[in-house]
């Protein structure tokens, strides 16, 4: 079946500028989660949805990220005033939700690259 | 919170020996270590977990040991092969639907 799918698969973008990256997790898992990779490093959490709500956004940098996920199934990853520091590859990843079994499977990931 | 150490950071190994991964974690609270396998250019991909209650996992070529009680796991490929070249990450977790904390990555290289 399909994989998590993300878009666009690049971005680049000005100092400054609003961007907007979208994630389309496997069908029927109820769990999202966003991380960000900066290059030669691992990846690094952000934020954490069960369903619509965020269970924890403990990851998220500052107030100029927030994401969302309206209907429990696609997620939106918002940047405000993007930064050069905000250049990145966003990853997302999604699973069942079921703490005892559960596989988060990634996606490919958006390159963010801000000038 | 939870501190996630891994090393090497670059392996080569020649085509059929093993290589090992080993990764140290902070918080005795983490229950779950997975490995990721990524590819250039693409996300992480799970090759194996383990989860506390055992102390070792095996599928086919991979396995990963668990020591809880010096908190820290490991990961042994065995007959290695050139498509095996790639970055692998460990991480740990409360519990597999956790935040996942990363370890900074182990680039191998097999060499034909």
């Known amino acids: 079946g399909a994989g998590v799918s993300q878009t666009p698969s690049n971005k680049v973008t000005e100092k400054g500028k609003y961007v907007e990256l979208r994630c389309d997790p496997i069908s029927g898992h109820t769990a999202l989660y966003w991380y960000r990779q900066s290059l030669g490093q691992g990846p690094e959490f952000l934020i954490y949805f069960q369903g619509t709500g965020a269970a924890d956004d403990s990851g998220l940098p500052n107030d100029r990220f927030f994401a969302v996920r309206p209907e429990g199934s696609v997620s939106t990853l918002k940047i405000q005033r993007t930064e050069r520091g905000d250049s990145a590859v966003y990853l997302c990843?999604?699973?069942?939700?079921?703490?005892?079994?559960?596989?988060?499977?990634f996606g490919p990931g958006t390159r963010l690259t801000v000038l | 919170g939870e501190n996630v150490e891994q090393h090497p950071s670059t392996l080569s190994v020649q085509e059929g020996d093993s290589a090992v991964i080993k990764c140290t974690y902070s918080?005795?609270?983490?229950?779950?270590f997975p490995w990721y396998k990524q590819e250039l250019g693409k996300g992480p991909q799970l090759i194996i977990d383990i989860r506390s209650n055992v102390g070792e996992k095996k599928d086919q070529r991979i396995a990963v040991t668990l020591n809880k009680t010096a908190k820290h796991f490991s990961l042994h490929i065995t007959e290695t092969q050139p498509e095996d070249s790639a970055v692998y990450f460990c991480a740990a977790s409360m519990d597999s639907s956790y935040k996942l904390i990363f370890g900074s990555g182990t680039r191998l290289l097999v060499r034909p």
């Open positions: 990843a999604s699973s069942l939700g079921d703490r005892d079994t559960d596989t988060q499977y």
């Open positions: 918080d005795s609270a983490s229950n779950y």
